[in-house]
């Protein structure tokens, strides 16, 4: 079972250039077309289940805009 | 969605303390903001924030102190290893660190970066290449690949009017004094993360005093390409990579070891 994660993004930072999409490797970051940041940008946010803490969205980040958590494994799993 | 407990989560990834909460000046997608971060990381692992001592460049890195939570100063155009010098040769236990543009850096400051490099200040240098003048307009600089258009050069660089480009790493790598000197790229993940790893090397070489380190970052400029960020880092792959490629142009002997 891959562990899950979660992504919070900065809505004062995110400028939406959209290197997190197109980098997720499982496709679950998208603009979101609803909202709008202080800036007038769309801000990146998580829109599928499927997260699983990677990480990747963050290391291409330009605004450091982005926190990423990760499940904790189990101490058995961990053994 | 469903709502997220975040006690059973632990952090991997989050803003670096070295790095202010601040929302920059920097255009949508223009990877200054990676390289930012990736020293503000490096300095937040290696633990030397609070002895560190920065020289900020003119051009788009103008109001980099703005952004750095460490000390700061600006330097005149092209001036920062000069500045750098000064300021480590009265503080040589403090880390110091210039972060220029390829305007600033072999352009106006091709004098400077190149002696610094020749005496073998212990510096770092962090040198972004986005192949043109970011903050004036995207005009030609000396690292505009051949037949590249810019505000300055509407028809393509022409090489036969306006010279070639210069490829700043291997031509300092040549100076004895220069301790660690590689080019690393920031237009995917796995570069990005190599260019981490120069970055932590970089400071390592001062912390050891063992010469002059500068890591080159090709970066994107999708104001000044005329391209959106994503279209832009498959810009710089297809056409500077080639022109520009990505190695370790001098490591100095103590550090082949290392491993991070």
Redesign the interface.
């Known amino acids: 079972m891959p562990l899950s ?2 992504i919070v993004v ?1 809505e ?2 995110c ?5 997190c999409i ?2 997720c490797p499982v496709q679950v970051i998208a603009l979101d077309m609803e909202h709008i940041t202080p ?1 007038g ?1 769309h801000p990146a946010t ?4 499927g997260c699983t ?4 969205c ?15 494994r189990a101490e058995k799993e961990r053994a | 969605m469903a709502t997220t407990n975040f006690e059973n989560m632990q952090v991997i990834y989050q803003h670096p303390e070295s790095l202010l909460d601040k929302n920059t000046h920097y255009c949508p997608g223009c990877t200054h903001g990676v390289a930012h971060r990736l020293v503000a990381e490096v300095l937040d692992e290696m633990n030397l924030r609070d002895k560190t001592i920065g020289v900020a460049s003119v051009g788009c890195s103008v109001f980099a102190y703005n952004y750095f939570d460490f000390d700061f100063v600006e330097a005149p155009h092209g001036r920062a290893p000069a500045m750098a010098t000064g300021v480590k040769r009265v503080h040589p236990d403090k880390i110091v660190l210039t972060y220029q543009g390829d305007g600033d850096l072999i352009s106006i400051g091709t004098g400077e970066i190149t002696h610094a490099a020749a005496r073998g200040e212990n510096i770092t240098v962090i040198f972004i290449n986005n192949a043109n003048y970011g903050m004036t307009g995207g005009q030609m600089a000396p690292t505009t690949l051949p037949g590249q258009k810019t505000t300055s050069s509407p028809k393509g660089r022409d090489v036969e009017q306006a010279g070639y480009p210069i490829r700043t790493s291997e031509m300092l790598a040549t100076l004895d004094g220069a301790g660690y000197i590689v080019r690393r790229s920031l237009h995917d993940p796995k570069h990005i993360r190599q260019a981490k790893k120069a970055i932590r090397m970089a400071f390592e070489t001062q912390v050891r005093g063992l010469g002059f380190s500068m890591v080159e970052l090709l970066s994107t400029c999708p104001t000044n390409w005329h391209l959106s960020p994503v279209e832009a880092t498959h810009w710089l792959e297809e056409n500077m990579l080639p022109f520009y490629p990505l190695d370790d142009f001098k490591v100095h002997p103590a550090l082949k070891n290392l491993n991070f």
């Open positions: 994660g979660t900065d004062n930072l400028k939406a250039c959209e290197l197109v980098n800036r940008f998580l829109v599928k289940e803490g990677c990480g990747t963050a290391v291409v980040c330009p605004e450091a805009a982005i926190t990423v958590y990760r499940e904790k």
